[in-house]
């Protein structure tokens, strides 16, 4: 049937055209059903390469459905969904068409088969995501957005000369496992880590994301991340490198999010955390670390959605969103709180919440696999996550002192996106079956039993009272207007200063020549001059080319009379 | 809850109450070591109450460690905002300004 051949993204894009012609309660209804009727029509598809054509001598796939993708196009759909209805209350038509294009973009890269669809999708989520921070209108989000945008299209740049490597080396576009034996696969590793936000290129992440509009953000932690873990997941499984890279990235941003003031910036280190267990499951590369490493990405999508859309509705009904402004919203925005309270016990991985159930197959693979330190590392991230994103979270927004802001709870539609966001949580954490059957290997992992369970939560509630010590001994850092240095500070800061400062020295440099010449050039003229000066009296003083030039004038003017007098 | 001056924690006593849940809780979950037979997969988990003093330690560490990083990474909070701010930026303006000078002393 045809109906086989329509892919992901096509619905949505299809969506949007229309999106543009209505408005009001139709056009809310078509945002609706856009990702309700693609999921339907994904649940409907085989396995399978369903879409192919030869373009030169390439064959390119644009839709390819198997097991790995398959995963991320129904979580995509998901936080589509969910997306859509926590921002239905928007009248912002630009918002609405970056936010469809966006995930329409990201369903495109996640079907694509070959490696220049891939491309052509990492660019458009590039292009369609930056309005939604661009959408905040103010100057900051602007430069924030222009940062962004340059870093993404630099990730896709890398990305088609990988893939003009590959396929020179190859003589295929098909995007399967690439492996770190060439120039190609190191690109395209280098390609997919910026989007990943692998460590020194992860400033665009914390950089842009809390810019973004409050629906916007949301969006944004859904997608790019997910997708270059995605790629990694299927171009590089079992890649070394990948195991210290992402342990790395589980640990350090963490002690900035600890010390961090915007609540929302805290949220974005927490999202690299969260990556970097995705990237040292993919680096193990075990069937069961790789079912880790996907179905934690499953997971991450919803409760790193579910506390972002919490943050957001604390800045949509505040307008604040620094830890230093906030605090005791509990008392008037009592449903906000518990729903970001079970967004953060799933990411913190409390057994019973969907973060247990995905992470607790990585930790095990990395000790199957005798990585004892990288699992120590992960313990510490895990720990430390619990406490910055867990704790930190919910505590500094909606206890610890009271600020005296009284904002009540945000409007339904964002209430009930994410009572949906939490909801799912939790139905993943009683019941990961439901989630396991979806992964690309079957393993039979059962995350829950009695050892697990017990030392997951002894971890997390020591790290409770550790941090319950430290604020009663007044050790904890206190929120304060601030901002962190991070590597970003190389770019915006050391590189245009250095720059400055080279160029005014070639500035300088080049006036000191230049006078220089000058003034040879002035000695020489007056040399001459008074060379001439002695040579001549009435043709040549002190202007010899001046006053021959006038002479000849004077000459010409004179043949000139004569020619009308004759 | 519903009295509008009183909340659920202006009261010391409730918080009071939910720091104490929590003693006992971890004192249980310390307790239950001992109970369960937990099969471990590595040496390191063996070592009495593994899993409580590294999450205990691992955040003490995290904090002040996070702490001590503000003494060399903080800034005001608009930093990048605001160029000719910070001493670094006292010599980029004078730079620029050299930089005028020498643009526009292309020719006289």
């Given at each position: 049937?045809?109906m ?5 993204f ?6 949007t ?19 309700i ?7 409907m ?13 390439y ?7 198997d ?17 859509i ?21 990201a ?11 891939l ?9 369609t ?15 924030a ?14 990305l088609l000369?990988g893939t ?7 003589n295929t576009?098909?995007f ?11 690109l ?8 990943c ?15 973004a ?13 997910k ?6 997941a ?15 990235m ?12 915007d609540?929302?910036?805290?949220l ?8 970097g ?14 079912n880790?490493?996907?179905s ?17 509705a604390v ?12 605090g ?17 016990a ?23 696999e ?24 919910p505590y ?23 009572a949906?966001?939490?909801?799912l ?28 369970v ?21 050790l ?20 245009p200063n ?6 005014s ?6 006036r000191?020549?230049?006078?220089a010449?000058?003034?040879?050039l ?10 001439n ?6 043709l040549?003083q002190?202007?010899?080319s ?5 002479w000849v ?5 004179a043949y ?5 007098i004759? | ?14 918080v ?30 063996k070592?009495?109450?593994f899993?409580?003093i590294y ?6 560490v995290?904090?002040?460690v ?19 701010e ?5 010599d980029?303006l004078s730079?620029k ?8 002393h292309?020719?006289?």
């Amino acid at each position: 049937m045809w109906m086989i051949e329509i892919p992901p993204f096509f619905p949505f894009f299809i969506g949007t055209f229309i999106l543009l012609c209505t408005r009001g309660m139709l056009r809310s209804a078509i945002m609706i059903l856009v990702p309700i009727v693609s999921a339907l029509h994904l649940s409907m598809i085989p396995e399978g390469i369903h879409l192919q054509f030869a373009f030169l001598d390439y064959q390119l796939t644009p839709y390819r459905v198997d097991k790995l993708s398959i995963m991320f196009g129904y979580v995509f759909h998901i936080a589509a969904l969910i997306g859509i209805i926590y921002s239905l209350h928007l009248r912002d038509t630009m918002q609405q068409v970056a936010a469809m294009l966006y995930a329409g973009s990201a369903l495109g890269a996640v079907f694509a088969g070959d490696l220049l669809t891939l491309f052509v999708f990492w660019e458009l989520l590039a292009f369609t995501s930056v309005f939604l921070i661009w959408a905040r209108r103010t100057e900051r989000s602007y430069h924030a957005g222009m940062r962004y945008l340059i870093i993404q299209v630099l990730s896709g740049v890398i990305l088609l000369v990988g893939t003009l490597f590959y396929a020179h080396e190859n003589n295929t576009l098909a995007f399967g496992y690439i492996g770190l034996d060439s120039i190609a696969g190191w690109l395209i590793l280098i390609a997919f880590g910026i989007k990943c936000a692998f460590p020194i290129a992860h400033n665009w992440l914390t950089d842009a994301y809390p810019e973004a509009t409050a629906t916007g953000t949301v969006f944004l932690s859904a997608f790019t991340t997910k997708v270059a873990v995605y790629s990694l997941a299927r171009a590089y499984p079992g890649a070394e490198i990948l195991v210290y890279i992402g342990a790395a990235m589980t640990c350090f941003p963490i002690f900035f999010a600890v010390i961090e003031n915007d609540l929302r910036r805290v949220l974005a280190y927490s999202l690299i955390n969260q990556v970097g267990f995705m990237v040292v499951g993919i680096g193990i590369g075990t069937a069961l670390a790789i079912n880790g490493a996907v179905s934690h990405a499953f997971n991450d999508v919803i409760f790193k959605g579910l506390l972002f859309m919490s943050m957001g509705a604390v800045l949509h009904m505040t307008g604040r969103i620094n830890g230093s402004d906030l605090g005791g919203l509990y008392k008037t925005m009592p449903k906000t709180t518990i729903l970001c309270i079970v967004g953060a016990a799933s990411i913190s991985a409390f057994p019973l919440f969907s973060g247990f159930v995905s992470k607790s197959m990585v930790m095990s693979a990395a000790l199957e696999e005798g990585y004892d330190w990288i699992w120590l590392m992960l313990l510490f991230a895990s720990a430390g996550v619990f406490h910055h994103a867990g704790i930190k979270i919910p505590y500094f927004a909606f206890f610890a002192h009271d600020s005296g802001i009284r904002a009540n709870d945000p409007p339904n539609n964002m209430l009930f996106a994410m009572a949906i966001a939490a909801a799912l949580c939790i139905a993943i954490g009683i019941y990961p079956q439901a989630l396991y059957s979806l992964l690309p290997y079957d393993t039979g992992y059962n995350p829950y039993d009695a050892t697990h369970v017990l030392a997951q939560t002894q971890l997390l509630f020591f790290s409770a009272l550790a941090f319950v010590w430290l604020n009663l001994k007044g050790l904890y850092p206190p929120e304060l207007r601030s901002t962190h240095l991070d590597f970003d500070w190389v770019y915006r800061r050391a590189m245009p200063n250095v720059l400055q400062k080279v160029f005014s020295v070639i500035w300088q440099i080049d006036r000191t020549l230049r006078d220089a010449m000058k003034l040879r050039l002035n000695s020489y003229l007056s040399y001459f001059t008074r060379k001439n000066d002695r040579l001549s009296v009435l043709l040549s003083q002190n202007y010899p080319s001046g006053s021959m030039a006038m002479w000849v004038a004077v000459v010409l003017a004179a043949y000139l009379l004569l020619s009308f007098i004759k | 809850m519903k009295d509008e001056k009183k909340y659920l924690f202006d009261d010391p006593k409730n918080v009071k109450r939910l720091l104490h849940i929590l003693y006992v809780c971890c004192a249980l979950l310390v307790i239950l070591d001992f109970v369960i037979h937990r099969h471990t997969m590595h040496d390191w988990e063996k070592v009495w109450a593994f899993y409580p003093i590294y999450g205990f330690i691992g955040c003490v560490v995290l904090v002040i460690v996070a702490t001590w990083m503000r003494t060399f990474l903080m800034r005001s909070e608009d930093y990048y905002d605001n160029p000719n701010e910070t001493s670094v930026n006292n010599d980029a303006l004078s730079d620029k300004g050299l930089n005028k000078k020498g643009a526009h002393h292309v020719d006289d």
